[in-house]
T-cell receptor
Framework: DAGVTQSPTHLIKTRGQQVTLRCSPK?????VSWYQQALGQGPQFIFQ???????QRGNFPDRFSGHQFPNYSSELNVNALLLGDSALYLC??????????????FGSGTRLTVV | DQQVKQNSPSLSVQEGRISILNCDYT??????FLWYKKYPAEGPTFLIS?????DKNEDGRFTVFLNKSAKHLSLHIVPSQPGDSAVYFC??????????FGAGTRLTVKP
């Protein structure tokens, strides 16, 4: 079992560009959550996808969007990149049962640097 | 390849007593370690961290100990409270990149 896999591991982009990050959930999981972790801070919740729809959303602008595919994998898209978007982006997968997510498992993250 | 391991999936403690959560790692290049707490249906929240230049960091009821030679860290909660009941994740990274998480330990604090 590969667990949660994220790609790419590192990425450098220029201000104003767009970026797509990818996440494959752990086998048996149906829910994917995305987090942004700035240096020295805890992860900030971006959004969660379940059944190919955005189920919950944190306090992030519309520049941050996502998608979940029928195989439960997910993408995080960020448009019009700002320097402040530089962070470690974490994906976590889980199994949603009765509104509670079980087996929460993190990926190792994608380090995005905006220059 | 599990570089960070939390070998106890669950821990039950009486209110007022000490909770000790353990974490082992295999990569000697890790230089920054963190603990996160997660309540059901919520995302993880950062709890406490320690860098490899220290062997102890304390924040209120929470203390993290790092034993680099044993590649082991532990989180002590004293005194434990029912509100501490949650899943606790240990994480480790090198230069704050490529963060690796343990599988989590579910702590239950009984009143």
């Amino acid at each position: 079992d590969a667990g949660v896999t994220q790609s790419p591991t590192h990425l450098i982009k220029t201000r104003g560009q767009q970026v797509t990050l990818r996440c494959s959930p752990k086998s048996g999981h149906d829910t994917v959550s995305w987090y942004q972790q700035a240096l020295g801070q805890g992860p900030q919740f971006i959004f969660q996808y379940y059944e190919e729809e955005e189920r919950q959303r944190g306090n992030f602008p519309d520049r941050f969007s996502g998608h979940q595919f029928p195989n439960y994998s997910s993408e995080l898209n960020v448009n019009a990149l700002l320097l402040g978007d530089s962070a470690l982006y974490l994906c976590a997968s889980s199994l949603l049962v009765g509104g509670t997510d079980y087996g929460y498992t993190f990926g190792s993250g994608t380090r995005l640097t905006v220059v | 390849d599990q570089q960070v391991k939390q070998n106890s999936p669950s821990l039950s403690v009486q209110e007022g007593r000490i909770s000790i959560l353990n974490c082992d790692y295999t990569n000697s290049m890790f230089d920054y370690f963190l603990w996160y707490k997660k309540y059901p249906a919520e995302g993880p929240t950062f709890l406490i961290s320690i860098s490899s230049i220290k062997d102890k960091n304390e924040d209120g009821r929470f203390t993290v100990f790092l034993n680099k030679s044993a590649k082991h860290l532990s989180l002590h909660i004293v005194p434990s409270q029912p509100g501490d009941s949650a899943v606790y994740f240990c994480a480790a990274s090198q230069n704050n990149n490529d963060m690796r998480f343990g599988a989590g330990t579910r702590l239950t604090v009984k009143p």
